[in-house]
């Protein structure tokens, strides 16, 4: 190969043309801020047709370029219009934040910046370093607490279980492997917790049976007393206890734990207290709920998301450590080639690969400091109440209705009920009918709720994280659900 001919011509992924691509840029912006200005007049949801998903999946591997203009309109055919629907007032499935406006600006910037907030002197670093100041200012932490902005609550989880098995074997599950320690160590957490909890110790080689899922009280919060014998009967059987995962809104009905119990077993017992609050730890900005999360900030460790009520986009999870040198004990590493210099680019604060899985990293923490500080803190809870206050007026809706069984009272932002026909029908006809129903609001894009099965019963579950709600959505939610319940009751007879 000629190298001196190759470099006659040497390319770049710029554009030839700047201008085109403003454009084009300020097209896309437009036409997103026109589908989120009018997106209560669309529907929830669209099912992708057979040729959109045909266009997407068939196409060959593109070799040669082509304008993005173009590659716009394959977007704006194939994607747009099947949107999941998480943006739309009228979706309350699983728990997805809504996303909001500033985001599309601040997600501009990320990839305009794109640093990678891993290490070195450079602005995305303090960025990074002001956000989690403010998350544990937020969320009660002590100012020398460490932090890390994750993917989501099923990493920070990952990440908080790590830490704390490190802190309990000493370092020598780090050093030497689970073979070297010899014992079984264990998780408790309720029946109620998410599944990425079994998943993490699934990933940390611990072995899914290491987590003892705990019953629940009548309330689905986790039996305190049917815990401390679980932690007896281990010790008794040579297992070894070391951290508890107390849940702040549990993914079924948003129950909370008994945190000040837990709290006291966790010191009585020498284990960690994490608590997973990946949507619930923000209800502590609402009056109503205050009260009830002020123990949170007795945990080891906290993991959430803001990306689910604080509208931010998907990526964006947080865990904070109380103990900032357990923190870095658990992932701190020294290659040669990642030395912090004195001066110049690779100096800089404490590198974040000491606190971390990842090594490389996105500018999670940009779209977080903008949102706090375009929205503040005290709007922020607004919403939270708001949604609070929303997710009550439903269950009371659901009560007046004679046609409607609220399944769980609502103590936070779930609301779980069923149809139930005045003509006798069986659980099982019951199930498949409140089914049908889930599916049907889904596809005559009325709304986009999820199920959740409580004793048996299948619920159309609402996860209320919406800041574009109203409560007029809900009383138009009883309606759709009324109206389609009855007309294919006759079918699950
Ligand atoms: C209580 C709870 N924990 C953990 C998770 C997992 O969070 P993520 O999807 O951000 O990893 C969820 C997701 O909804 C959840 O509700």
């Known amino acids: ?34 589908l989120l200005k009018d997106i209560r007049n669309q529907p929830v949801w669209t099912q992708p047709t057979d040729d959109s998903k045909g266009a997407i999946l068939g196409e060959a591997l593109p070799i040669e370029p082509k304008n993005l203009n173009k590659v716009y309109q394959d977007i704006k055919e194939n994607l747009t219009p099947y949107y999941k629907g998480n943006i739309h007032p009228k979706f309350w499935s699983w728990v997805q934040g809504t996303g909001t406006v500033s985001s599309i600006l601040s997600e501009i910037l990320v990839a305009g910046l794109n640093p990678d907030v891993c290490t070195g002197d450079h602005g995305a670093m303090y960025i990074e370093k002001q956000v989690i100041d403010w998350l544990k200012k937020m969320m009660g932490f002590p100012n020398n607490a460490s932090g890390i902005l994750v993917s989501g609550t099923s990493t920070a989880n990952l990440t908080a279980l790590l830490i704390a098995r490190d802190k309990a074997t000493n370092q020598v599950v780090r050093k030497q492997g689970m073979l070297e320690y010899n014992s079984r160590l264990i998780i408790y957490t309720s029946t109620e917790a998410h599944s990425c909890v079994i998943k993490a110790a699934d990933i940390m080689g611990l072995g899914i049976n290491s987590v003892t899922l705990v019953d629940t009280t009548s309330e689905f919060q986790i039996d305190v007393q049917k815990l401390e014998q ?50 619930g730890a923000f209800a502590k900005f609402a009056p109503s709920h205050k009260k009830m999360l002020k123990s949170m900030n007795a945990a080891d460790s906290l993991a959430f998301d803001t990306h689910k009520w604080m509208s931010l986009p998907f990526g964006t999870g947080c865990l904070l450590v109380k103990n900032k040198h357990h923190h870095r004990n658990a992932f701190a590493i020294q290659p040669d080639y990642l030395q912090v210099h004195a001066r110049g680019l690779a100096s800089g604060p404490d590198p ?22 375009e929205q503040g803190l005290n709007k922020i809870g607004e919403i939270v109440q708001q949604n609070i206050a929303q997710s009550y007026y439903l269950g009371e809706l659901v009560d007046d209705e004679e046609l409607l069984e609220l399944v769980t009272p609502v103590t936070m932002n779930i609301v779980c009920f069923r149809f139930v026909p005045q003509e006798k029908m069986s659980e099982e006809g019951l199930n498949k009918l409140n089914r049908e129903i889930v599916v ?23 996860a209320n994280v919406n800041h574009r709600t109203v409560k007029e959505d809900f009383e138009d939610l009883v309606k759709d659900v009324i109206r389609i319940g009855n007309t294919t009751k006759n079918i699950f007879k």
């Open 1 to 34: 190969m000629n190298y001196k001919e190759l470099l006659k011509y040497e390319k770049s992924f710029d554009p030839k043309d700047w201008d085109e691509m403003e454009d084009l840029a300020h097209k896309m912006v437009k036409d997103m801020f026109a």
């Open 230 to 279: 679980a932690i007896i009967e281990d010790r008794k059987k040579g297992n070894v206890p070391f951290c508890i995962v107390a849940n702040v809104g549990t993914v079924n009905t948003g129950a909370i734990d008994p945190l000040d119990e837990i709290s006291k077993i966790c010191k009585r017992e020498g284990l960690w207290m994490h608590v997973d609050g990946a949507f």
């Open 352 to 373: 974040i690969f000491n606190y971390s899985i990842e090594m490389t990293r996105g500018f999670r923490a940009l779209k977080i400091w903008m949102m706090l500080k």
């Open 440 to 462: 049907e609001l889904q596809e005559f894009g009325c709304a986009v709720t999820s199920h959740v099965y409580i004793e048996n019963k299948y619920c159309i579950r609402i």
